[in-house]
């Protein structure tokens, strides 16, 4: 009766509402899909009151549950419950003047493997779609966990015809040493639009050697080609060709391929939505000609995240924070392949810039947010954040010299109460205009 009751809080009409808004949003969003949660607790503390579980979903409504409400409102459950469908598959619709109209389809799945109690939960994800304006994405995703966690394996494939936003390099400083400097820098933050077909494939294998520490080794392959900016002729100076004459590389394709080595640790009790933890991930990119990249770099990549809940009965109000820095140390970079806003693992930094909107050789991120509960049963949440962003231009400016901010607040919609799966529709703001609507499965961090 709890859940019934805490569910018949909203209304038909605003069940109505909330199921169009789930429906245009997921057209958006981007499913990152990450472990369900494994962490067990008792249920009584030592003086016998009752404690709430990390994972604990009593009284919670989620989309599932809006759905059945919708379309079975008078069904009455199971008396035996059925196994529910690893297998997700929703429509993916979109238009804005960037992309044009967007059709296609999305499907995710997840499965434990083997019978082992503790072992996190397998997944995959893909899509496939197509827009007027000639766009075409496809993707494969995987995170697979073997029983026990004693290997783990990730990579991804894409396929794409791309629209890329360019920004220039540097972090917003004037570069006057000359007309190229001052284009490549590009002060104002001219946009500038390039399209490509983007080809890319990665694939890690990590081994468990303690608990929740993890190494890993794999490959990374990116690939561009017919790269174009169709508002600009081949004699107008843009950033990308200005970089391009410098450093060697050819304005129409380039190949960044290279290994990969990776250390990683976690204590987080959920690796979707944390409410306490931990997690750290430190790694290395050698791209090497003889693999055909284009040219030889090395870069380095740290991520830190912590997460402290603030309520022992009401966990979900969360302080989180998230560093992340990725650092060229040797060699050369495509222009696009740059470290730089939007540019972590889940394209999920720098909320209020579009991504790559600040790129350099050197990059430095750091972001808090404030996570709280706003109805009773869950359904509905919010967040609050603010970030800051350093990057060198290899002109003048160096790591740390100038900061850039950026902010907002967003609301949550439980999309599914067992793995902590939120819908994140955030508005934030930044510098020289910028602003905008950032939507998608899962926290930024």
Known sequence: MKNRQSNSKITPALRQTLLILLLLASSYSYAQI????????????????????????????????????????????????????????????????????????????????????????????????????????????????????????????????????????????????????????????????????YYSFREKVYKQIDKGLFLGAGVSFDIRRKIYDKFNADSVLTPYRVYNARYGFDNDHYASNGFLANIQYTTRDNQNRAYKGIYADAGIRVNQSWLGSTKNAVMITTDFRKYWSLSKTNPEHVLAFWNWGSYVIGGTLPYLELPGTGRDGNFRSGRGYTITYFKGTQYFYSEMEYRFPILKNKFLSGVTFFNIQSANDDLGTKLFDVWQPGGGAGLRVLFNKTTRTNLCIDYAWGKYGAHGLFLGLNEAF
């Open 34 to 197: 990450t472990p369900v949660d494994t962490v067990k607790a008792d249920s009584l503390s030592k003086t016998g009151k009752k404690v709430i579980k990390p994972n604990n979903t009593e009284g919670q409504y989620d989309v599932g549950d809006l759905f059945k409400d919708i379309f079975h409102p008078n069904k009455k459950p199971d008396s035996i419950k059925k196994k529910p469908s690893g297998i997700t598959i929703i429509p993916n619709f979109a238009s804005n003047p960037s992309i044009g109209t967007q059709i296609g389809i999305k499907a995710v799945a997840g499965k434990v493997l083997g019978n082992d109690p503790n072992t996190l939960l397998s997944v995959a994800a893909t899509s496939a779609s197509i827009t007027t304006k000639n766009i075409i994405y496809f993707y494969l995703t995987h995170n697979i966990y073997t029983p026990g966690n004693k290997w783990n394996l990730q990579g991804s494939l894409v396929a794409a015809k791309t629209v890329t936003p360019d920004f220039g390099i540097g972090i917003g400083n004037a570069a006057n040493g000359s007309a190229e400097d001052l284009v490549l820098s590009n002060p104002s933050r001219k946009p500038f639009v390039l399209n490509a077909q």
